[in-house]
């Protein structure tokens, strides 16, 4: 089990801890990333012929900065962070992997209360598109659970009812 989080007000700084037994392991500090937002991990193949789990972390930029950035760890430490090309967000991404795949949606930028989705290959993130029809004010939800993704999300501003949508194999 890991965890990652932004520092206390004032520190953008992302930080990871993972559970060792019963005992969680010192606060580390995840060099030149930073955030605004609390960042979204979940948990990835590790590539190659080795069967193991790796960890997959995606935020948004630290301050004004509206670019979504991710980065994974293999069990060797964090890689070096990358963007994630054409796409912003006023808000933290939500990220889950699902049939091999990570997930990925989020709110858009400033006023644009669309929620956008995207999918990981292992190297680089596909083009976003737009879940039509619907909007919000804040990030979405992504659980994967048996065979189906999961989607929830507050309206748009003025609307504080939850919605729930999924995605099947």
């Keep these: 089990l890991h965890m990652v989080w932004t520092g206390v007000p004032g520190d953008s700084g992302i930080y990871w801890s993972q559970l060792n037994g019963d005992v969680w392991t010192p606060q580390e500090n995840i060099p030149d990333m930073g955030s605004s937002h609390s960042p979204s991990l979940t948990s990835v193949p590790v590539p190659g012929d080795t069967p193991s789990q790796g960890l997959f972390m995606a935020w948004k930029g630290a301050g004004d900065d509206q670019a979504l950035f991710w980065s994974r760890n293999d069990g060797l430490g964090w890689l070096s962070q990358s963007q994630v090309e054409d796409v912003g967000s006023s808000c933290r991404p939500s990220i889950a992997q699902f049939n091999g795949q990570v997930y990925m949606a989020w709110k858009g930028v400033d006023d644009d209360s669309g929620i956008y989705w995207s999918t990981f290959n292992g190297a680089d993130c596909a083009p976003q598109r737009p879940i039509l ?22 309206g748009v501003p003025g609307d504080t009812n939850a919605y729930h949508s999924t995605l099947d194999d």
């Design 133 to 154: 029809g619907v909007g919000t004010s804040d990030s979405p939800a992504l659980v994967a659970f048996g065979n189906r993704l999961h989607m929830f999300w507050k």
